[in-house]
């Protein structure tokens, strides 16, 4: 009778190669929660976006500052732009993500809601795609530095890893190569250009900025006000440094004469608090942000053509319309004369008498 073989080598292989897997997947979790616990006080040193950046070709700028040594003006343009609900949520905004289905269930189109803490995790973990897959890990990582880092920890993370556009990377470097500065001088519209362009930065351009850029960072300009007045950016900026970052108002004029003091009339109903308004919807796809002028794009046939109808319809109302002939008037022939009416002088001088 012949004996069956025993595939038990084989099996034992099989659990041995699924083993060594796990092991593997646990020893990089354990490791990568130990290098984000790390970053908690050392410096980023590179994203997965810069290498792939670098790869093709573009030459890295990037200069790592304190969050001290950045303006609050970019703080609250950040925060205004991205993530009004900073300091509410623990890393994943749960309302956010809600009113974003509840959008696309009424045909408003799919919007993104990841929220500044989950964009950190994302470029200084993980990579751009991946799908559900990698959104899942985001939402862990987000969760986990929100909890371990702290809030004002994840913004310098983000403000320093965060794209501009043309291999530029963070916000010293941004601010050194659109305006001139360092980053801890940017003025209010200056913060609000450089948070404007950071959904599409390779796509929108500030040096100089088109009409929905432009648009869109004086809509920013709006809710940093907004920001800075409800205490939306405390978790980050102290009162000092929101109080360092309002824009100066000229100095009143001090009364000569003392004015009289009045009862303070209180209203009946508290004001209302004053609400952020909507960023204006992005260009459609192809659009682009030209800055040039809507004038500028027509083309030299059609302007010239222009200029000539406007011209013609110029000369015709302005020309004088010719003044008919002056009508000729009738020669004047001997008028008749009555004696009794003439008004004239007398003759008395002696007539000649008529035959009969």
């Not at 796990?22 to 976006?49: E, Q, R």
């Not at 899942?136 to 794209?163: C, H, P, Q, S």
């Not at 000092?240 to 009364?255: F, I, K, M, T, Y």
């Amino acid at each position: 009778m012949k004996k069956i073989p025993r595939k038990q080598p084989q099996r034992r292989g099989l659990m041995d190669y699924l083993g060594w897997v796990l092991k593997f997947a646990l020893g990089l979790f354990v490791g990568v929660h130990i290098y984000a616990l790390v970053l908690k006080a050392a410096p980023v040193p590179g994203t997965v976006l810069m290498a792939q950046r670098a790869i093709g070709g573009e030459q890295i700028q990037r200069k790592m500052v304190s969050i001290d040594d950045i303006s609050p003006n970019l703080v609250l343009a950040v925060i205004a732009a991205e993530d009004t609900r900073f300091c509410q949520h623990t890393g994943v905004d749960r309302e956010a993500i809600e009113k974003a289905i509840s959008e696309y269930q009424r045909g408003k189109g799919l919007r993104g809601a990841s929220t500044i803490t989950q964009q950190t995790a994302k470029n200084v973990f993980l990579w751009n795609g991946g799908g559900f897959a990698r959104k899942g890990a985001e939402a862990w990582f987000a969760t986990f530095i929100d909890g371990m880092w702290g809030k004002r920890r994840v913004m310098e993370a983000y403000l320093n890893v965060a794209e501009w556009g043309d291999g530029v990377f963070g916000a010293e470097a941004a601010a050194e190569a659109r305006f001139g500065k360092s980053a801890a001088d940017l003025t209010e519209r200056e913060a609000a250009l450089l948070a404007a362009v950071l959904p599409s930065p390779n796509k929108w351009r500030l040096d100089p900025p088109g009409p929905y850029v432009s648009k869109r960072a004086g809509t920013l300009q709006a809710r940093m006000r907004v920001v800075r007045s409800e205490g939306l950016a405390s978790c980050v900026l102290d009162e000092q440094a929101v109080r360092r970052s309002a824009p100066r108002r000229p100095a009143e004029p001090q009364p000569t004469a003392p004015q009289e003091t009045r009862p303070e009339v209180r209203p009946e109903t508290p004001a209302a608090r004053p609400t952020l308004p909507d960023l204006p919807p992005p260009p459609e796809e192809g659009a682009g942000d030209a800055p040039q002028d809507d004038a500028a794009t027509e083309t030299p046939d059609e302007f010239d053509s222009f200029l000539q109808d406007a011209e013609d319809r110029f000369g015709q109302e302005t020309m004088p319309a010719p003044e008919p002939p002056p009508e000729s008037a009738p020669e004047p022939g001997p008028e008749e004369t009555d004696p009794e009416t003439d008004s004239g002088p007398a003759d008395l001088r002696p007539q000649p008498l008529d035959p009969e």
